[in-house]
């Protein structure tokens, strides 16, 4: 046990480390520069919050841990989804590169609060899918119904059904700007589209699968946006 719990948390330290080259990369080699200074506290922020996250899961909750790093488009059953993880990945190397090749053109003239309420931003969105982790341990990079699985009402859950998708569209819309990019903001929108079609496609899967879960939707009647929609 205690050799599979190191396993998984090499696994996990890895695909941090994976993740950091990714993002790197996808922010310096389109800048062509390394004197991009919003880049290097954005990484800061995002791994700064990314890390404790993962080390609260390897501590207390290393089944939601191996849940969440096996995500993405082939941990997927349904083919809809797998598209959908496959676009949403894509979108958001582009919400990296888009800020970083507006850099090196200098198209966009961000102030420094702006810069620093983007950094805010990243730093909020994190937070709120920290809450949804202590919250609920089924929230899973994939989309599936477990065994042991229940309906969570309390906490973020409270406010909205998605609250996970919430904090992930904050973070993504502090991103742009926490890079000093105005043109960034473009790529929040097919995201945020991704997002919705993920939700959708999530709450038929609950709604068939999840007791509980229709009744869950008539006390909490709104899907990602708290008072909207």
Known sequence: MMSAMNDLNKKALGGLLRLFVSLAAALFLPAWTLHYWQAWIF?????????PITIYLMKNDPNLLEGRITAGPAAEKEKSQKIIQFVMSIVF???????????????????????AAGDILVALGLLIVFLVFKENTFASGSIKVHAAQRVVSTGPYAFVRHPMYFGALVMLLGMPLSLGSWWGLLAIVPMTAGIVWRLLDEEKLLAKNLPGYSEYRNIVAHRLLPFVW
Do not use: N
């Open 43 to 51: 990484l800061a922020v995002f791994f700064g919050s990314i890390l």
């Open 93 to 115: 190397i582009a919400t990296c590169v888009l800020p970083a090749i507006d850099h090196r053109f200098g198209w966009s003239a961000v102030p420094l609060d702006a810069v």
